[in-house]
């Protein structure tokens, strides 16, 4: 089984009464990630954030242009944070990218961070192909699901019969996720609600 993904984030972001120019966004993106992970996506906000590190909240102008920029790079840090348990979990098996193992991953995460996984999932759709702070995460995890679904007869690259199945088991995963995310699909727990899942996705 794939170990249990950790929390992005744990205890509170540390309050400094100084920073160095760049501690400040590193700070300031723990923080907001503490935040959402505790309280969920609708509890960011600049003034927020800045009181959580001990700056005034104009200093974050100099690091995000503005609530939805600092949204994209927490989105950002959880698409990275998905990949590398979907990395982990292609390594419990035969170290070999495999559509298994990627969906125990994905669930895996998916129902451990509900808030992070709602924020990832909470934004315009042409920030994840385009936007220079969200893109490069969101294809780390794209690139990982093209080769699960790699069939040993595909052209190299990214065709059109790759992205097919890459997008048809992403609709089906991320569907059956908000479903328990929302309250649609019921079960005992989210053991529960996971072993569901999967076995809907096995078939």
């Known amino acids: 089984m794939v170990r249990q993904p950790q929390a992005p984030v744990t205890g509170e972001a540390p309050r400094r009464d100084n920073f160095h120019h ?109 936007h220079p702070a969200l893109a490069p995460s969101v294809a780390k995890v794209t690139a990982l699901a093209a080769d699960a679904f790699r069939h040993a007869g595909d052209p190299p690259g990214f065709s059109l019969a790759l992205r097919d199945r890459v997008m048809r088991a992403w609709g089906e995963v991320h569907g059956l996720c908000d479903l328990w995310r929302r309250g649609a699909l019921r079960a005992r727990d989210a053991e529960a609600a996971k072993a569901y899942i999967l076995a809907l996705l096995a078939q």
């Open 22 to 130: 760049g501690d400040v966004r590193a700070a300031a993106l723990a923080a907001a990630l503490a935040m959402v992970v505790a309280d969920g996506p609708d509890a960011l906000s600049f003034r927020a954030v800045a009181a959580a590190i001990g700056v005034n909240h104009r200093a974050l102008y100099r690091h995000f242009a503005d609530k939805h920029e600092l949204t994209l790079a927490v989105a950002a840090q959880g698409f990275d944070a998905l990949a590398t348990v979907i990395r982990a979990g292609f390594d419990t098996g035969d170290g070999q990218p495999r559509p298994g193992p990627l969906y125990r991953a994905y669930v895996d995460f998916a129902l451990a961070q509900p808030a992070l996984y709602a924020l990832m999932y909470g934004i315009a759709g042409q920030n994840y192909l385009s």
